[in-house]
């Protein structure tokens, strides 16, 4: 979901969990007894909502969905967020935009496990997986999710993840989202996957 990063919402999470940075927030949500999941998820809805408020769209994801869509080229989202901000961002900045399917957290095993990715390639009819699809992010989880997929990876660079630019599972660096308008136009040459013609940008 390419809305502008809002990392401090992690630490809040992590805060109002009671654990760790080292600990992933969703792989301690599912480890706690079925009992206490609810009230955990809870705790990180109610972080994401009051962020919504203050959501801002990528640089450059209106022109590329534009584009996108004037070439009936298909969308669909991988995310770990619950579905409300995810709306949110749809229907502010993008209401005319087709994204489908779009897979939240309430889809298991969330990122970096590819099975989202698969997901959707799968209802999209692709038989050999996420071959054939590009996902963009700008996280680990993004760049591991696409490649254990089979898909080419797009890094969204920013001030946070510079690091992940030579990441082994990282095929291509952008800067803004619609760089990608040339790229797409030109055939998409990744680090490992060579030049192709991609059929399939994923969020």
Known sequence: ??????????????????????????????????????????????????????????????????????????????????????????????PESLFHPIVTREFRPPKPDPAGILHIAKEWKYEDGGDGLIMVGDSIDDMKAGRRAGAATVLLESEANGHLKEHECTDLVVRQLDELIGILEEGFEGRDVGETQREAEKL
């Open 1 to 94: 979901m390419q809305s502008l990063p809002q990392n401090y919402m992690f630490g809040e999470m992590r805060s109002a969990l009671g654990i760790t940075k080292e600990t992933d927030i969703l792989d301690h949500v599912y480890s706690l007894p079925p009992s206490e999941q609810e009230e955990a998820q809870e705790k990180i809805r109610a972080i994401e909502r009051k962020a919504m408020a203050s959501q801002r769209p990528q640089a450059g994801l209106v022109q590329l969905m534009d584009y996108l869509d004037t070439r009936n080229i298909r969308k669909g989202i991988c995310t770990r967020n619950f579905d409300a901000p995810v709306d949110h961002l749809l229907t502010t900045f993008l």
